[in-house]
């Protein structure tokens, strides 16, 4: 089966720097991914990850260590709008296709 | 460039009746996938289409089907709904099945009663 684990909710300041873990089991791992979902909207893709090592898309940077089946996403000078709800997906490949797996989200709350 | 569009936006059903949602992907993306996000249960993978078939199929009743045609619009169709069926349901495409960047649809929300 396949399993990810993320904290439920975190609370930073504004101007600050956040980092969001994310764990993971499963197998015919073929990529992680993180979405922004702020409340009653659609997901928003924020970054993939197939190799080990640190993307960086602006204020934000995604983690992967695939022996670990860890990922982070670091989210710097944060901002109000920044408070969302962040998910972590792991794609996986079987015989049949791929299939997705999103945890469960972590709610960020940013403070003035 | 026009976004994944869903509709309808809205729908309440009654127990028992059965409903079908649509999905438009982006021009030119050619996988469509499916999901479900409740707060209990937050987002989970329904199934994924590529190129009019269905390439993979979550742990979901048989109740839940879904196709693609041939102009890469996908229906999911859910049959006999029950109360538990509430929720969000959206859709996300992507050029292809395996790279990066899937884009979502702002979703139904579809409510039994």
């Known amino acids: 089966g396949q399993n990810i684990d993320q904290p439920t909710e975190m609370t930073a300041t504004e101007g600050a720097i956040v980092q969001i873990n994310c764990t993971y089991q499963?197998?015919?791992?073929?990529?992680l991914f993180w979405y922004q979902q702020h409340a009653g909207e659609a997901p928003t893709f924020l970054s993939y990850?197939?190799?080990?090592g640190l993307e960086e898309k602006g204020r934000f940077s995604s983690f992967l260590s695939r022996s670990k089946g860890y990922s982070y996403l670091l989210l710097k000078e944060l901002q109000m709008k920044d408070s969302a709800s962040y998910l972590c997906a792991v794609r996986a490949l079987d015989n049949y296709g791929q299939n997705f797996v999103f945890g469960p989200g972590t709610r960020l709350s940013v403070l003035p | 460039k026009a976004g994944v569009t869903q509709t309808p936006r809205y729908l309440i059903k009654t127990r028992g009746q059965q409903v079908t949602l649509s999905c438009s992907p982006i021009?030119?993306?050619?996988?469509v996938s499916w999901y479900q996000q409740t707060p209990g249960q937050g987002l989970q993978f329904l199934f994924e289409y590529f190129s009019e078939t269905q390439r993979n199929k979550g742990n979901f009743p048989g109740r839940f089907s879904g196709r693609q045609f041939s102009n890469s619009r996908s229906e999911m169709n859910v049959s006999t709904l029950e109360l538990g069926d509430s929720a969000l349901y959206l859709c996300a495409s992507s050029l292809d099945s395996r790279g990066p960047g899937y884009t979502f649809g702002s979703g139904t929300r579809l409510t039994v009663v």
């Open positions: 021009s030119g993306h050619r996988s």
């Open positions: 990850n197939v190799l080990d």
């Open positions: 499963t197998s015919g791992f073929n990529g």
